[in-house]
């Protein structure tokens, strides 16, 4: 080992000289840069000596995926980037992030290659500059290009991997010459070289390294890629990766570097569906393992990536804002802001969907979260879940599904909020979905207003945005997720300054409108306004009026997708003989002459045809006749009449289903039950698309099989622990299953249930198992699920009135592993079944010897 470790001291003294690396190893703390990390460990501007704290997004257009699905689109890079830049300058995002790939900008000795890729980095970084964002870049990603399609990068990373990146002395050799060429390269934009740009704060080393013990290695390697950086010249901080390799944290916190590296993914990634339920206490805090330590402490803190994945609720991003100040941190990237051109169909990473247009709650909710993480000062603690859910002038509602800043001159909201602004009289920037008492907005995307003077603002209003697949399952460019319509849309605006009769004035390039508001009401199309009271001149303001890091006339928006009528539509899973039925549907492309019509035939029975309402935008509702509402089937469509023409839905397919020539055996079906009809809250055979299984201690793993009767199971299995393997303590393999959706249509029946019926089988005697109940609130309820080995599938009852107050699981599992296991609230209330939409099957580690020890779950149902 020694005589190996001598021989990378030899190479590398072929590129750094004595002299440049004795100066190299010393930290860069003094002054010189932009930034600096003073003693403390705090990241400060160099200028001010106040503390940083920016936040904003990784994106990733000159490279990869990203790079060629432009490409493909005929779409420019240049022109995707401009767009994508000014619509991240509304979010409020001042920090941006990317780890490089340096397998498309390098060969394999690490030379650096002049490139498209390169060039596009540079005309990035420089349209960031003009919008006073703030960079931090990664040199080396380890990554090939290739994710979703077939790898094609050539460079170092193509030839090494992660493991030999660090051991291999050509390697090494590689990315040392690799960084000192990319430090020194001179932006043609912005005419100066990576290490002296004042916009570029600091430069992580590598992302995500894969390391394994002994520890002295690890630590020299990045002491020599830090030392590498340094003897270019360069004065910025060096940060180094520290939370994907939580085991062997002594190498870096030895290690001679200005700053630690975390990510955060606290529900896991790729679940291939939506996640629903509550998953607040899942960001409530980010706890670190070795925060105590005074090495940790001496140093700088960022989160180079975070991301709910495949979640849209947007109500995540600032509670993990808060979190990540508790915690320290001063920077935080979301990964990654979906392009524009991309965004339609979510192809560049299926796990994560961001974009102003295409997810505008979710995007507003980052706008917000970029507030919280500015105001929330670092290290400041705040309660527990639930009672941390509004702190200073923010709010975060689950049930609502809504995150709100209400400030005396900012007041923005991810749905429609009964919230007063603080002071109105004071309000000078506004952001919304939805409506509110300041704005009643009949569309469904994003909108803006800001005070550029008084009695004068600006107005920007984005397309509407209708979801109509789920955006996280499997991927592919020729599957639209996400609809956009042009529309003109009814908005009210309630500000005492303007008026009730103020003057709207389209300023973006094509919009010539011009309007006067009736009783304060006015109708909008996509685009950008001026808006000014009665007298108020607005000859100042002009298309090419600077105004906050934009103009005035700049406006971005995807165009109208071109697919045609949608419907989105999710039957229930019971509805109750005799009760009322009312039932709903997503429904676009429909025009103002147009009908919605709902078709209902009880099985083998009556056919009736009733009108369907809007509810609101896209939304029809109606109610399905008495007469149909006796126990069986209730089988429906949805019919979208335009003049003599029809098209009918599920499917899509012209004609009504009363037609004697309609053959498309597509429909909607409910079943009927009687009050006292079990209802089933998970069935293995037909839910395998919205679960979460999964094995949580080594050497554990899921699969379905058949039950002795022919039914399909859901296998939970442990294998026996591999040689010198401790032995797995607490959960080891779980169950997760929303059901709440499927409460709904038997709302009246829910006081009438009183036990929970668990179908299920296992081959460990004495298994350990326990069944829980997650409410709305995120409160969970367990009852111990006793079974006894046998050939049979064993019908197993629980009392509801068995359930006890008890921690949630927090599964999925989150990637750095170190979170929180579980989660209960101070003071739970009692189990109300109306409140409860998750339940949890969870199985305790067991001492399987020889054969692996197994679980299969069947079904589980109210009784």
């Not at 950086?229 to 990766?241: D, H, L, M, Q, S």
């Not at 944290?249 to 200005?258: F, G, H, R, T, Y």
């Amino acid at each position: 080992m020694a005589v190996r470790w001598v021989s990378l001291l030899l190479l590398s003294l072929i590129f750094l000289s004595s002299a440049q690396l004795a100066a190299a190893q010393k930290p860069t703390t003094a002054p010189g840069g932009d930034v600096f990390v003073d003693n403390a460990g705090v990241l400060r501007w160099q200028q001010t000596k106040q503390e940083v704290a920016l936040f904003g997004v990784n994106y990733t257009t000159p490279f990869a995926y990203a790079y060629r699905a432009h490409q493909q689109l005929g779409v420019s890079h240049e022109q995707a980037i401009r767009q994508d830049v000014y619509h991240l300058s509304r979010l409020g995002v001042d920090a941006f992030r990317v780890h490089v790939w340096d397998v498309e900008i390098t060969d394999t000795t690490g030379n650096l290659l002049e490139n498209e890729h390169l060039r596009l980095l540079d005309f990035l970084m420089n349209e960031l500059k003009q919008r006073g964002i703030k960079i931090i870049l990664t040199p080396i990603a380890y990554w090939n290009n290739g994710y979703p399609e077939n790898d094609s990068g050539t460079g170092f990373s193509s030839i090494y991997s992660k493991g030999a990146a660090y051991t291999n002395p050509r390697a090494i050799a590689a990315q040392e010459r690799y960084l000192t060429q990319f430090l020194n390269h001179r932006n043609p934009y912005t005419k100066n070289r990576n290490r002296e740009d004042p916009d570029i704060l600091a430069f992580e080393v590598c992302n995500e390294p894969k390391y394994h013990l002994p520890l002295p290695p690890i630590t020299r390697f990045a002491d020599r890629m830090a030392a590498a950086i340094r003897a270019t010249g360069c004065r910025k901080p060096v940060f180094y990766n520290v939370s994907e390799n939580p085991d062997v944290s002594e190498a870096i916190l030895n290690a001679k570097v200005d700053g630690l590296t975390f990510q955060w993914y606290p529900q896991g990634l790729v679940a291939g569906h939506t996640l629903r339920g509550n998953f607040l206490p899942y960001v409530d805090q980010y706890p670190i393992p070795f925060s105590g330590d005074a090495r940790f402490q001496s140093k700088a803190k960022l989160v180079y990536e975070f991301e709910s994945a495949d979640i849209l609720q947007p109500i995540m991003y600032p509670f993990m804002a808060r979190s990540f100040r508790t915690a320290g941190f001063q920077w935080a990237t979301q990964f990654a802001y979906d392009p524009l051109a991309l965004a339609p169909a979510n192809t560049e990473y299926q796990t994560h969907y961001l974009n102003l247009a295409y997810t505008p709650a979710k995007a507003l909710s980052l706008l917000i979260a970029g507030k919280v993480f500015r105001t929330v000062k670092r290290g400041q603690q705040s309660g527990r879940y639930p009672q941390d859910s509004v702190f200073g002038d923010f709010h975060v509602s689950y049930r609502q599904q809504l995150s709100e800043l209400n400030t005396p001159t900012e007041f923005y909201y991810t749905a429609n909020t009964s919230t007063a602004p603080q002071q109105p009289a004071k309000l000078a920037h506004l952001a919304g979905v939805g409506s509110s008492k300041v704005v009643r907005y009949g569309g469904t995307g994003a909108y803006f207003l800001d005070k550029l003077a008084p009695g004068v603002w600006r107005l920007e209003v984005l397309p509407d945005a209708i979801a109509i697949r789920d955006p996280f399952e499997k991927a592919s460019p020729d599957k639209m997720v996400t609809q956009i319509l042009w529309n003109e849309q009814p908005l009210r605006v309630s500000l005492a300054e303007l008026g009730l009769s103020f003057s709207l004035r389209g300023l973006n390039e094509g919009n010539a409108a011009q309007a006067t508001a009736t009783d304060g009401q006015a109708t909008v199309r996509p685009g950008v306004y001026l808006l000014a009271a009665p007298g108020k001149s607005t000859a100042a303001f002009t298309a090419l009026t600077v105004f906050n890091h934009i103009k005035l006339g700049e406006f971005v928006a995807p165009a109208p997708t071109a697919l045609g009528p949608q419907a989105r539509h999710a039957p229930l899973a019971q509805t109750t003989a005799g009760q009322p039925l009312s039932i709903s549907a997503t429904v676009t492309g429909v025009g103002a002459a147009d009908s919605v019509l709902l078709v209902a035939q009880h099985y083998y029975g009556r056919t009736r045809t009733v009108p369907m309402r809007a509810t609101a935008y896209a939304t029809y509702a109606a109610r399905v006749p008495d007469e149909l509402l006796y126990a069986g089937e209730l089988r429906y469509w949805l019919v979208l009449k335009k003049g003599a023409q029809a098209l009918t839905f599920p499917g899509g397919f012209a004609g009504q289903p009363r037609d004697w020539d309609y053959a498309h055996a597509e429909h909607y079906a409910v079943p009927i039950v009687p009050a006292s009809a079990p209802l089933l809250l998970y069935r293995a055979g037909h839910d395998q698309e919205r679960i979460e299984a999964r094995g949580l201690a080594p050497n554990t793993w899921t699969d379905y099989v058949p039950t002795p009767d022919g039914s399909l199971a859901l296998r939970l299995v442990q294998g026996p622990s591999r040689a010198g393997q401790p032995a797995a303590t607490g959960p080891a393999a779980s169950l997760r299953a929303f059901f709440g959706d499927r409460l709904t249509g038997r709302a009246e029946d829910l006081d009438r249930f009183t036990q929970v019926v668990v179908r299920a089988h296992t081959s460990q005697p004495g298994a350990s198992l326990r069944l829980q109940l997650t409410t709305k609130d995120a409160t969970s309820y367990a009852a111990p699920l006793t079974l006894v080995p046998g050939p049979a599938v064993q019908e197993v009852v629980l009392p509801l009135s068995a359930f006890r107050a008890a921690p949630g699981l927090l599964v999925p599992r989150p990637y750095p592993g170190f979170g929180p296991l579980e989660y209960q609230p101070a003071t739970p209330p009692p189990l109300k079944l109306v409140d409860a939409e998750v339940l949890q099957l969870v199985w305790d580690a067991a001492s399987a010897t020889g054969s692996p020890a197994t679980v299969d779950v069947e079904a589980i149902f109210l009784r």
